[in-house]
């Protein structure tokens, strides 16, 4: 099988550890075992002592009743068994993509968005429809042009929401419309909502599975848990013909999550209220930060997020992305990711979620740089 370099992942791979301001990064300020426990109201000497005897087996192959009940409460009317837990949403995207999509099958795909919702299907032998996200439009999809891309032989839609890179979000009534697409011609539609969980105000952020009777969440308790270490991801669906033969594909790719990796996002879980208060805080602050150093900027502009920890800063200078951040990067130590990584010129992502004073120094150098390109 030949598949495209993943870009995104190739560009991190070779540059971030030179990085001094890493402005790459997508979770929220990661926490420490430390933290995690005393989020949880643990006491962290005496827990991790327990775990000294903690037997490493395979556990429960299915993922254990604490995590499975942890994450069906993240959503509306998903039960447990409804939970297939994975390695990462990568891993999730992976099993979803490659047990429903044969070749010779058309889908639909937005873009950007993280790079395996198009690859991974080309690499099969599918048709991959385009649904260009733009500034124009917030980066939202256009329901008119998603429709006319869509015929019996759609037998997929690939959203991401919140949108990485961009950090919009579609709102519920533009999700009910793609719906009705998607139910008109019996497809999946699987939305990478890896972002889903921190609102501004601490309301419930709706999942296609609240509203699709064939939608397919993948979450991940990377991105707003702070736990990449983990490793743990998920799908999640109300379809029992799709859980049923992702489950059945998994043993061939998973067996199962780490026996720690899941006792530690079943704690996680259990203080969802705890991690979810202080990432809206860092969010929140970060996402202010950014609007105010944009705003000071006479060459740089963006689409404001309204979710998620990444947004897409555009600059006018004529210079390819991948060559201004390589630049940027050695003579700076600030690290983005390059648009070029999403299929775009002409600007970076930012992650814009971990600690403040990296933030704003960071910010702070790239304006000095972009100075010296006039």
């Keep these: 099988m030949k598949i495209k370099t993943f870009k995104v992942e190739q560009w991190m791979n070779e540059f971030e550890n030179d990085a001094v301001y890493n402005l790459a990064e997508t979770c929220v300020d990661s926490l420490t075992l430390r ?14 002592a327990g775990l000294a005897d903690t037997r490493l087996t395979y556990s429960h192959i299915y993922g254990s009743p604490a995590f499975l009940k942890g994450i069906s409460e993240l959503y509306r009317g998903i039960r447990p068994d409804q939970v297939i837990p994975t390695h990462g949403a990568i891993g999730a995207n992976y099993q979803v993509l490659m047990t429903l999509i044969e070749p010779g099958d058309s889908m639909v795909s937005v873009m950007p968005t993280y790079q395996q919702h198009y690859s991974i299907p080309e690499s099969i032998g599918a048709e991959v429809n385009i649904l260009q996200l733009g500034p124009e439009n917030d980066f939202l999809p256009e329901v008119k042009a998603l429709r006319g891309m869509v015929s019996r032989r759609t037998k997929l839609i690939s959203l ?15 999700l009910e419309e793609i719906v009705d697409i998607a139910r008109s011609v019996d497809a999946y539609i699987l939305c990478d909502e890896v972002y ?3 609102s501004d ?5 709706p999942s296609i599975t609240d509203l699709y009777e064939k939608g397919i969440s993948v979450g991940s308790m990377s ?3 702070s736990l990449a270490g983990l490793r743990m991801g998920w799908i999640a ?3 029992d013909q799709a859980a049923a033969a992702c489950r059945e594909r998994r043993d061939y790719d998973t067996i199962s999550c780490g026996v720690l990796d899941d006792l530690f996002a079943s704690v996680a879980l259990e203080a969802r209220d705890a991690i979810f ?3 809206r805080e860092i969010v929140l602050k970060n996402r202010k930060i950014l609007d105010d150093w944009v705003s000071s900027q006479e060459k740089v502009h963006y689409t404001k997020p309204v979710a998620g920890n990444t947004a897409l800063l555009y600059y006018d200078y004529n210079v390819p992305s991948r060559e201004l951040c390589t630049k940027l990067l050695r003579e700076t130590g600030v690290f983005f990711t390059p648009g070029e ?3 775009l010129e002409n600007c970076v992502r930012i992650g814009y979620a971990f600690d403040s004073r990296t933030l704003k120094e960071g910010l702070e150098k790239f304006g000095e740089f972009l100075a010296g390109l006039e």
């Design 160 to 174: 991401n929401n919140p949108n990485n890179p961009s950090g919009s979000l579609i709102p519920v009534e533009t």
């Design 196 to 198: 889903r969980g921190i």
């Design 277 to 279: 208060r202080r990432n």
């Design 223 to 225: 991105k707003v848990f």
């Design 201 to 205: 105000d601490g309301s419930y952020m």
């Design 35 to 48: 933290q995690l426990l005393e989020l949880a109201g643990k006491d962290p000497e005496e827990f991790l």
């Design 341 to 343: 990584c999403f299929e």
């Design 237 to 239: 669906t109300p379809c």
